[in-house]
């Protein structure tokens, strides 16, 4: 029995902080897991970006309750959900997911929580657990479920690389020459063409 795991932003949704970005101006917080690596690298400097500009958790959800899936997004999640299970694990944060979530149908969600001061600052982040992508699908491979996994960036390697079968959506340049084996979609009707044959296997 297949199950399909998949990243949220990139593959579904726009970046949230490239549009947080884009909608403050502020061109440091552009950066994502597609260019650092390093999540808790990224998400430190993150944190101290917003205190410099005393920009609080209020201003980032204002942001995310405007923003809409990627064209073609939700019309290719509904097909896949009615054929197999869909997780969709993401390094996001359960305090920015909501109207995202909606407005993808309420896709079941693997994410991460936020620290946040009486004052509405966001003060830190808690993981789930390290490298929580790849353990869930260790997890659900233990469950004898075989595992189809896609994703975009630095963060989504383990999980694809531990699968069963694994695929980049749409992956910037960087990661596409970095991990040249890997197979990459460009599109939804990409990912339709590579993921039906995996699942008939």
């Known amino acids: 029995m297949y199950i399909v795991c998949s990243d949220l932003e990139g593959v579904f949704v726009p970046e949230i902080w490239i549009s ?17 690596p390093d999540y808790d690298v990224l998400m430190r400097r993150r ?12 201003d980032i959800t204002r942001v995310i309750s405007n923003m809409n899936p990627l064209e073609g997004a939700l019309e290719f999640l509904d097909w896949l959900r009615s054929i197999v299970q869909v997780i969709v694990l993401s390094d996001t944060f359960v305090e920015f997911a909501g109207p995202l979530m909606q407005k993808l149908n309420w896709p079941t969600l693997f994410c991460n929580s936020l620290e946040v001061n009486s004052d509405g600052a966001i003060s830190g982040y808690v993981l789930r657990q390290p490298d929580g992508k790849r353990k869930a699908i260790d997890a659900l491979k233990s469950l004898s479920y ?12 383990t999980m694809i690389q531990t699968a069963d079968r694994g695929i980049l959506f749409r992956p910037p340049k960087n990661v596409r020459t970095e991990y040249p ?7 939804y009707e990409d990912l339709k063409k590579l993921m039906q044959p995996m699942m008939e296997k």
């Open 47 to 58: 944190i101290a970006i917003l205190k410099e500009n005393n920009l609080k958790l209020a």
């Open 146 to 157: 075989k595992v189809i996994a896609m994703g975009d960036s630095y963060n989504d390697i």
């Open 20 to 36: 947080v970005a884009q909608k403050t101006g502020i061109e440091a917080l552009k950066l994502t897991t597609r260019d650092e």
């Open 181 to 187: 084996n890997l197979p990459v979609a460009e599109g």
